[in-house]
């Protein structure tokens, strides 16, 4: 048996073993349909493409999805890599299978200038088609799941890229999901590579407990069942260990050892209903001390993916800290396949059912949300803290919960109650007692918001900079958008001014009418005054703004200026190099020495090869400028160089220690730092050395970047080397 067909042997296996109706006709069809056209391709493991797509389709088909989703997993990438078009697959598998084909395709074909736009991108089209099918969103969390189980076959960039994108996109979008055995899988796989140090060392630290852990693990089981049975109560048991993600996360962002971890150690009592589950918390305290502090109410209190759960830390006579969570059936099902348990064990469910629907209202808030955002940074940072933050659960003086984004401040809980709460608010107290606006939240306060009749009272420009969460910062500027147009245009006339003026461009400078309406129109406005709005209520850059007058002014000023005959001609690269007494030859920059705008360059006559640019002091230039002087030339740095990036590597040497990688390149992320390659490896002596090639402006942008991790104690040393 081929193994494309042993793969689909297995999924329809897996199908069999369920009681839900599936179109086994319309399934094989795709699958032979998706056999054929990818006939001849393969996945750099080897094996023939199509078996991506069926362990897709296996995949979605363990979540419990429709037949219409597996169809489209085993299709999901024929638009995309083959001849088919769309219109063929909705004639061969109907509309609601072309539909969701269409919607995985548009969330592969992007096209990306940074890294920012590409993350951007990729959740700004992922809530679209959330909102319209969650089940678009599932199959491409599912392709990529498969892709991070086969990623030793990558070269080792990629399997850094992806597993960076996995980690900051993917496990977070899987956890706000629900989808909690997909998160785990994602979080651990991605850090194999992404300090695959760490991973071993915590996986080492698992593999040489297990003896003990297994003892403990049996005791704890014995004491819990023994003390339950006594009440006959029904109920099922379960035990973990926490994943490897889970405590490398804490271990590195807490700089805990692992002795210190509360709940390395996790139990799971399952029971029959809500009042069993609070009834068994009595007993668990009963049979072991509780830590105060670590106890959380998730059944009274959801959190936004709908997990519900309650979760105490206690400690036995051991004295090993451990956590029980304690849920019903219908909780565990939820907590274990989120979004995807509606269509598991419900029957029905279709992207029009209304108590499915109002599940991911949290979609459309976030949609409606972007509107008012300008510029691929703030849209970035305002998604991930709305979608993968941690929550923090506060009450009114009423009592209702009100969830948000862990480090909101009591502005944004305003907003949170409503519109008009946050626009008339004029001081808060917390716990009873009055507090600054900025006052930043904790689990458990109770906000009371203090507010005027005044109907011309309105948000302060400042809170716009205070608020947290983006759906107040979105309310702020509706509010200025609507009740303030004048004060908007003035005050963005004024930002844009001092923006021009941090510039070096003068006022006096002159800009027409018509050149401010081509900056307003090319920025979407549909005239100037609503680009002065705009900047005034916040909902555009008054800097971006400012760049493209003073870029204007320039171009302006060029095409005025005569045009000068150098005495002298020097070709001008697109490297931004000028080689004296040579015109219109190829030039390229020796990977000896990667020189930098910043360093003194000389130029080498190659033979067919144009000029080859060094450092000066690079060894080779040193020896040639000896042996062959004829050859060496005279360079300069051209002054565009500056706005061009360049190829730098620098070693580092530093200490071995869990998360020491990922604090470099978190450093390097912070930094804006572009690093094309990423090469770390073990010593022998306790210090790891790691190369690192990244693109930098000049030798001063390189020496602020080394200087910044030298900041870092782990790191003994830091030079500059060759690629």
Same mark, same amino acid.
């Given at each position: 048996?081929?193994?494309?067909?042993?793969? !689909?042997?297995?999924?329809?296996?897996?199908?069999?073993t369920?009681?839900?109706f599936?179109?086994?006709?319309?399934i094989t069809?795709?699958?032979?349909f998706?056999?054929?056209?990818?006939?001849?391709?393969?996945?750099?493991?080897?094996e023939?493409?199509?078996? =991506?797509?069926?362990?897709?389709?296996?995949?979605?088909?363990?979540?419990?999805?429709?037949?219409?989703?597996?169809?489209?997993?085993?299709?999901?990438?024929?638009?995309?890599?083959?001849?088919?078009?769309? *219109?063929?697959?909705?004639?061969?598998?109907?509309?609601?299978?072309?539909?969701?084909?269409?919607?995985?395709?548009?969330?592969?074909?992007?096209?990306?200038?940074?890294?920012?736009?590409?993350?951007?991108?990729y959740?700004?089209?992922?809530?679209?088609?959330?909102?319209?099918?969650?089940?678009?969103?599932?199959?491409?969390?599912?392709?990529?799941?498969?892709?991070?189980?086969?990623?030793?076959?990558?070269?080792?960039?990629?399997?850094l @890229?992806?597993?960076?994108?996995?980690?900051?996109? +993917?496990?977070?979008?899987?956890?706000?999901?629900?989808?909690?055995?997909?998160?785990?899988?994602?979080?651990?796989?991605?850090?194999?590579?992404?300090?695959?140090?760490?991973?071993?060392?915590?996986?080492?630290?698992?593999?040489?407990?297990?003896?003990?852990?297994?003892?403990?693990?049996?005791?704890?089981?014995?004491?819990?069942?023994?003390?339950?049975?006594?009440?006959?109560?029904?109920?099922?048991?379960?035990?973990?260990?926490?994943?490897?993600?889970? %405590?490398?996360?804490?271990? !590195?962002?807490? &700089?805990?050892?692992?002795?210190?971890?509360?709940?390395?150690?996790?139990?799971?009592?399952?029971?029959?209903?809500?009042?069993?589950?609070?009834?068994?918390?009595?007993?668990?305290h009963?049979?072991?001390?509780?830590?105060?502090?670590?106890?959380?109410?998730?059944?009274?209190?959801?959190?936004?993916?709908?997990?519900q759960?309650?979760?105490?830390?206690?400690?036995?006579?051991?004295?090993?800290?451990?956590?029980?969570?304690?849920?019903?059936?219908?909780?565990?099902?939820?907590?274990?396949?989120?979004i995807?348990?509606?269509?598991?064990?419900?029957?029905?469910?279709?992207?029009?059912?209304?108590?499915?629907?109002?599940?991911l209202?949290?979609?459309?808030?976030?949609?409606?949300?972007?509107?008012?955002?300008?510029?691929?940074?703030?849209?970035?940072?305002?998604?991930?803290?709305?979608?993968?933050?941690?929550?923090?659960?506060?009450?009114?003086?009423?009592?209702?919960?009100?969830?948000?984004?862990?480090?909101?401040?009591?502005?944004?809980?305003?907003?949170?109650?409503?519109?008009?709460?946050?626009?008339?608010?004029?001081?808060?107290?917390? &716990?009873?007692?009055?507090?600054?606006l900025?006052?930043t939240?904790?689990?458990?306060? %109770?906000?009371?918001?203090?507010?005027?009749?005044?109907?011309?009272?309105g948000?302060s420009?400042?809170?716009?900079?205070?608020?947290?969460?983006?759906?107040?910062?979105?309310?702020?500027?509706?509010? !200025?958008?609507?009740?303030?147009?004048?004060?908007?245009?003035?005050?963005?006339?004024?930002?844009?001014?001092?923006?021009?003026?941090?510039?070096?461009?003068?006022?006096?400078?002159?800009?027409?009418?018509?050149?401010?309406l081509?900056?307003?129109?090319?920025? =979407?406005?549909?005239?100037?005054?609503?680009m002065y709005?705009?900047?005034?209520?916040?909902?555009?850059?008054?800097?971006?703004?400012?760049?493209?007058?003073?870029?204007?002014?320039?171009?302006?000023?060029?095409?005025?200026?005569?045009?000068?005959?150098?005495l002298?001609?020097? @070709?001008m *690269?697109?490297?931004?190099?000028?080689?004296?007494?040579?015109?219109?030859?190829?030039?390229?920059?020796?990977?000896?020495?990667?020189p930098?705008?910043?360093?003194?360059?000389?130029?080498?006559?190659?033979?067919?090869?144009g000029?080859? %640019?060094? #450092?000066?002091?690079?060894?080779?230039?040193?020896?040639?400028?000896?042996?062959?002087?004829?050859?060496?030339?005279?360079?300069?740095?051209?002054?565009?160089?500056?706005?061009?990036?360049?190829?730098?590597?620098?070693?580092?040497?530093?200490r071995?220690?869990?998360?020491?990688?990922?604090?470099?390149?978190?450093?390097?992320?912070?930094?804006?730092?572009?690093?094309?390659? +990423?090469?770390? =490896?073990?010593?022998?002596?306790?210090?790891?050395?790691?190369?690192?090639?990244?693109?930098?402006?000049?030798?001063?942008?390189? &020496?602020?970047?080394?200087?910044?991790?030298?900041?870092?104690?782990?790191? #003994?040393?830091?030079?500059?080397?060759?690629?």
């Amino acid at each position: 048996m081929e193994i494309e067909e042993k793969a !689909f042997a297995e999924l329809t296996k897996l199908l069999d073993t369920s009681d839900k109706f599936y179109n086994r006709e319309l399934i094989t069809k795709a699958y032979e349909f998706a056999r054929s056209q990818h006939a001849g391709q393969f996945r750099q493991s080897g094996e023939p493409y199509v078996c =991506h797509p069926i362990e897709v389709a296996k995949i979605i088909a363990s979540l419990g999805f429709d037949s219409d989703s597996i169809v489209a997993s085993l299709l999901h990438d024929v638009v995309e890599d083959t001849d088919v078009t769309l *219109s063929s697959l909705k004639a061969s598998f109907g509309d609601e299978v072309a539909s969701l084909v269409d919607g995985v395709t548009k969330l592969g074909k992007i096209a990306y200038s940074s890294k920012e736009e590409q993350q951007m991108e990729y959740m700004r089209k992922m809530f679209f088609a959330m909102a319209n099918d969650i089940r678009v969103i599932v199959i491409k969390l599912a392709d990529r799941l498969h892709n991070m189980r086969t990623l030793d076959a990558c070269d080792k960039d990629k399997q850094l @890229r992806i597993s960076l994108e996995t980690l900051e996109i +993917f496990a977070p979008l899987s956890h706000r999901l629900g989808m909690r055995q997909m998160k785990v899988e994602l979080e651990d796989t991605s850090l194999k590579y992404l300090d695959p140090v760490g991973y071993d060392m915590i996986k080492t630290y698992l593999e040489n407990t297990t003896d003990d852990k297994n003892r403990f693990i049996n005791s704890i089981c014995e004491q819990i069942k023994k003390r339950l049975d006594e009440y006959s109560l029904n109920f099922k048991l379960e035990h973990r260990i926490k994943h490897i993600f889970s %405590i490398y996360k804490k271990v !590195f962002t807490q &700089n805990k050892s692992f002795e210190e971890l509360y709940d390395i150690y996790a139990f799971r009592i399952i029971c029959d209903s809500v009042n069993d589950c609070y009834y068994i918390l009595g007993l668990v305290h009963d049979l072991f001390n509780p830590i105060p502090g670590r106890f959380k109410d998730y059944i009274s209190t959801p959190k936004p993916n709908m997990y519900q759960s309650l979760h105490t830390t206690v400690i036995g006579k051991d004295g090993i800290p451990f956590e029980i969570q304690i849920r019903t059936w219908d909780m565990h099902r939820t907590a274990e396949f989120g979004i995807a348990a509606h269509w598991k064990y419900k029957d029905n469910v279709s992207k029009s059912n209304v108590e499915f629907d109002s599940k991911l209202t949290w979609v459309r808030n976030i949609l409606e949300t972007q509107e008012d955002i300008s510029g691929t940074e703030d849209l970035l940072k305002s998604l991930k803290v709305d979608l993968f933050s941690d929550e923090v659960f506060v009450f009114t003086p009423k009592g209702d919960v009100i969830n948000l984004p862990a480090d909101s401040i009591v502005i944004d809980f305003a907003y949170a109650i409503h519109s008009a709460v946050g626009n008339r608010m004029i001081g808060a107290k917390v &716990n009873g007692k009055i507090v600054n606006l900025d006052y930043t939240l904790s689990n458990g306060d %109770i906000v009371e918001i203090i507010t005027t009749s005044s109907p011309n009272h309105g948000p302060s420009r400042n809170w716009l900079k205070m608020v947290h969460t983006n759906e107040a910062r979105s309310k702020i500027r509706q509010w !200025f958008k609507k009740e303030r147009r004048d004060e908007n245009i003035s005050e963005g006339v004024s930002a844009i001014e001092y923006e021009l003026k941090s510039l070096g461009v003068s006022l006096s400078d002159p800009v027409t009418d018509e050149q401010l309406l081509n900056i307003s129109e090319s920025m =979407h406005f549909s005239d100037i005054d609503d680009m002065y709005a705009a900047v005034g209520y916040g909902g555009a850059s008054a800097q971006k703004i400012a760049v493209k007058v003073r870029d204007m002014l320039a171009r302006i000023r060029t095409a005025d200026e005569p045009k000068i005959t150098p005495l002298r001609k020097k @070709r001008m *690269s697109t490297g931004g190099v000028s080689v004296e007494g040579i015109d219109n030859c190829l030039i390229k920059f020796a990977k000896c020495c990667n020189p930098l705008p910043g360093d003194f360059i000389v130029g080498f006559i190659t033979k067919g090869y144009g000029v080859s %640019i060094h #450092n000066i002091n690079c060894p080779n230039a040193r020896r040639g400028l000896e042996t062959e002087p004829d050859r060496w030339l005279k360079a300069s740095w051209d002054s565009g160089s500056e706005k061009k990036y360049f190829t730098a590597t620098i070693l580092v040497e530093a200490r071995k220690a869990v998360g020491l990688m990922a604090k470099i390149t978190s450093a390097l992320a912070d930094m804006k730092v572009s690093v094309t390659n +990423f090469n770390a =490896h073990d010593n022998g002596d306790d210090t790891v050395s790691a190369s690192i090639t990244m693109d930098v402006k000049n030798v001063d942008h390189l &020496n602020f970047i080394i200087a910044k991790l030298k900041k870092n104690k782990l790191v #003994n040393n830091i030079e500059r080397t060759s690629t």
